[in-house]
């Protein structure tokens, strides 16, 4: 299969989908550009902060996006390249697409706040405080992982086959390049607060964007990756309560144009180098004891829907929103784009698998970045060139994952302030911005050293799960003001579905391990997984229930 024809056709269906569903649905919900925004009316300079609509593009794109419209569908395509294909193209479309942009104009009708708050003046405050404390679980999840993960990218001494300690000069090019971005964006940050145009700062920006990673490739920086755990944890400290257009912003701005030179490259690779998609169309139902329902929905996440975005739209993204006829924009588009950006990713695995295992040649980044060096070589630009390109890809992708560090240390504070909001007496301290984001990075280390791989595997079910109350909010809003609401009903029960099917079956598989052999390692990892599985389920269920009463039956929810 061509993969020119592959990704011509999934832009060219993206951009009706945009044209015609996107404004369909801004007409449906009441898109109304003279309106107010929450970033004029609610503005302090800290977290309320009107943004020009490239601006925060940048920022929620690089938010929402990092490796995980990468690793989804690479991970994924042991099914074959059309089941997967179709489930970004319908799910981006009607489900991702739609809930991203949904929860994004619901924080805006709500003053900016967190879905969580939509859910109390919606369906009730029960249901608010069962969302806030599983988000903000997630989350923590999320910084404990990307921690760890972006540490070990920029761990300057790893070890080679034999066991012994060297030195990694990519990771150290890779830290060199990320640490200096944080001054950069501050510098640019401040730069947009004159009267300067947006354009002549961006080239700057951009120009000084490309300085930063040619350093990090000329001068790496080595340290332990303990070390570097404890400066990312302080790093994101500062991130999550400074004023967010001095440095979450304008970082988030700058880095995007790295995830668009990334995207870039690939498709003028794929359109130029034309190359074979040798992986077979269909596999099977069931493939390396995996059936495709419900693995393939929950493995494909950014690529398709992500509850995780939900969360930044809610939580950042409404907050900066400078009038509403951006939010099809920032909420639909964005989405959209990193849709293709997964078709890409499917058709690099596809490129270089028949079976769709990749484990020989590396991680689902490393495939991804070994593909398009490829298409370049095969263009002519040499070996350097191919090693060039898939070096710049490589840390644009780690880039990326701090990036979405920040973004859900940010969130885990505002979601834990809202739990405090109503508290009297010693408990009200827990309301401090300050001690909201030291509870959520503590426990986020705590986790890092107890090893979140014992229950990473939770994830996946966890992430899409957010989704359903999600759906479920905005649904008992637009129809509590008289709007359509149906577009939510499939999306919202589909993904119910999927997640509680894929927790059911973690729980089964986790069960008969624990029934085969019962030691220290499965009692660490099946039996506690089993244990966390039990209270998602239920909170899952209590929360639709509450939700489907409100949107199905007569119960009318506190109003703001």
């Known amino acids: 299969m061509s993969g020119i024809l592959i990704l011509g056709a999934t832009i060219v269906i993206f951009i009706v989908a945009y044209v015609t569903y996107g404004s369909w649905l801004a007409k449906q919900w009441g898109i109304d550009p003279d309106r107010e925004t929450p970033a004029h009316t609610e503005e302090d300079g800290m977290d309320y902060v009107p943004a020009k609509a490239p601006v925060l593009l940048g920022h929620h794109f690089s938010s929402i996006a990092g490796a995980g419209p990468i690793n989804g569908p690479i991970q994924a395509a042991i099914f074959g390249w059309v089941p997967v294909l179709l489930w970004i193209l319908i799910g981006g479309i009607f489900f991702g697409a ?79 390049a990320s640490m200096l971005f944080i001054p950069l964006a501050v510098c640019f940050g401040f730069l947009n607060r004159t009267n300067i145009y947006l354009g002549i700062t961006t080239v700057l920006g951009v120009i000084m964007l490309g300085a930063c990673i040619a350093s990090g490739l000329l ?25 967010v257009w001095i440095l979450l912003q304008p970082r988030d701005y700058l880095n995007s144009f790295l995830l668009y030179f990334m995207m870039i490259a690939a498709v003028i690779g794929i359109f130029l180098s034309n190359p074979t998609v040798q992986l077979e169309p269909f596999t099977g139902w069931k493939v390396e004891g995996n059936t495709l329902f419900p693995f393939l929905f929950i493995t494909v996440a950014c690529g398709a829907i992500s509850g995780f975005h939900s969360l930044v739209g809610s939580g950042t993204t409404s907050k900066q929103l400078n009038t509403e006829k951006d939010a099809k924009l920032i909420g639909y588009g964005s989405m959209l784009i990193e849709c293709v950006l997964a078709a890409v990713a499917l058709i690099t695995v596809g490129y270089l698998t028949k079976d769709g295992v990749y484990t020989d040649i590396g991680t689902p980044p490393q495939v991804f970045a070994s593909a398009i060096g490829k298409f370049f070589a095969a263009m002519g630009v040499g070996a350097y060139g191919e090693q060039a390109i898939n070096t710049i890809i490589l840390l644009a992708i780690s880039a990326f994952a ?26 009200k301290i827990f309301k401090n911005m300050y001690m909201a984001t030291v509870v959520t990075i503590a426990v986020a280390g705590l986790l890092t050293l107890a090893g979140y791989q014992k229950i990473w595997g939770l994830f996946g079910a966890c992430n899409q799960l957010v989704a359903v109350p999600a759906f479920l909010a905005v649904a008992c809003w637009l129809k509590r003001i008289g709007r359509n609401h149906k577009m939510f009903y499939f999306p919202m029960l589909f993904m119910l579905a999927a997640t509680l099917s894929s927790l059911c079956i973690t729980f089964y598989n986790n069960l ?49």
Not at 525 to 544: E, R
């Open 402 to 427: 701090l990036t979405s560090l920040d973004t859900a240390t940010r969130l885990g504070r505002f979601l834990f302030q809202e739990l405090f909001e109503n508290a009297s007496g010693a408990a």
């Open 98 to 176: 739609v809930q991203d942009f949904s929860s994004l104009f619901a924080s805006v009708r709500h003053k900016g706040q967190s879905l969580g708050e939509v859910i109390e003046a919606n369906i009730g405050r029960k249901t608010k405080v069962c969302f806030t404390i599983f988000a903000w679980l997630v989350l923590v999840l999320v910084v404990a992982a990307f921690a760890d993960i972006v540490a070990g990218t920029f761990a300057g001494f790893t070890t080679d086959a034999s066991g012994a300690m060297v030195k990694n000069s990519a990771n150290g090019s890779v830290a060199t």
């Open 512 to 560: 008969m391990v624990l029934i085969q052999k019962v030691d220290s390692g499965t009692i660490m990892v099946q039996g506690v997984q089993n244990v966390l599985i039990v209270p998602i389920f239920v909170l899952a269920v209590i929360m639709t229930i509450d939700g489907c009463k409100v949107l199905f039956g007569k119960k009318s929810a506190s109003l703001l």
């Open 219 to 243: 001068f790496p920086v080595y340290l332990t990756k303990t070390t570097w755990i404890l400066v990312i944890f302080v790093y994101i400290f500062v991130a999550s309560v400074a004023p």
